[in-house]
């Protein structure tokens, strides 16, 4: 199993560009969902999904769409980026245990963004 | 307002120490208390706690959780260089179906010096 794949590693924007970071997984887990890390600020939960076609808004979604036609991919999109989204970003996927979604997530190896 | 807060924010200790991370947290509906090392890449799974009182191992690392007084802590005895990393704890809150989610604290970041 190749895990939690995300690509790029790195990726450098200009204000006002668009892109979607993707986000992959092969082990059938129901849940995913997309965090930004930055100095300080721990991990923010951007959006989530809990199977495919559905999808919900995390703790900061402003300025990211995102799509889960496939249980496999779970790409997250920037509109019109800009500085603020410069930071890390990590897909992380979870089995869903019961009622539980959310337990012992695996997370891909992350995308370093930067926006001049 | 939900929130995890970990302590210390950093610490600095010889290999051979034993080092005690804490996470306490305020939360509506706890569900689970998780674990995670992240070194300098994506975050790597620990542990999950749910109940109160019960130890989890995993070689030199344990940890227990105190539903009362709404805290955790990771214990790492004779500790290794390979052990410097940034500890997380994660709190999954929520009430049933899909208005779970994990609330993240800062992290703990722990240089281990030869």
């Known amino acids: 199993n190749a895990g939690v794949t995300q690509t790029p590693k790195f990726q450098v924007l200009k204000t006002g560009q668009s892109m979607t970071l993707q986000c992959a997984q092969d082990m059938n887990h129901e849940y995913m969902s997309w965090y930004r890390q930055d100095p300080g600020m721990g991990l923010r939960l951007i959006h989530y999904s809990v199977g495919a076609g559905i999808t919900d808004q995390g703790e900061v979604p402003n300025g990211y769409n995102v799509s889960r036609s496939t249980t496999e991919d779970f790409p997250l999109r920037l509109l019109s980026a800009a500085p603020s989204q410069t930071s890390v970003y990590f897909c992380?996927?979870?089995?869903?245990?019961?009622?539980?979604?959310?337990?012992?997530?695996?997370f891909g190896p992350g995308t370093r963004l930067t926006v001049l | 307002e939900d929130k995890v807060v970990q302590s210390p924010l950093s610490l600095v200790v010889h290999e051979g120490d034993t080092v005690t991370l804490n996470c306490s947290y305020e939360v509506t509906n706890f569900r689970s208390l998780l674990w995670y090392k992240q070194e300098k890449k994506a975050p790597t799974f620990l542990f999950m706690l749910?109940?109160s009182g019960i130890e989890k191992k995993s070689g030199r690392l344990s940890s227990i959780l105190d539903k009362k007084e709404l805290f955790s802590i990771l214990n790492i005895t004779a500790t290794q260089t390979g052990d410097s990393a940034v500890y997380l704890c994660a709190v999954e809150a929520g009430n049933a179906g899909n208005n779970r989610k994990l609330i993240w604290g800062l992290g703990t970041s722990l240089a281990v010096n030869p």
């Open positions: 749910t109940s």
């Open positions: 992380a996927s979870s089995y869903r245990r019961g009622s539980a979604n959310v337990n012992e997530q695996f």
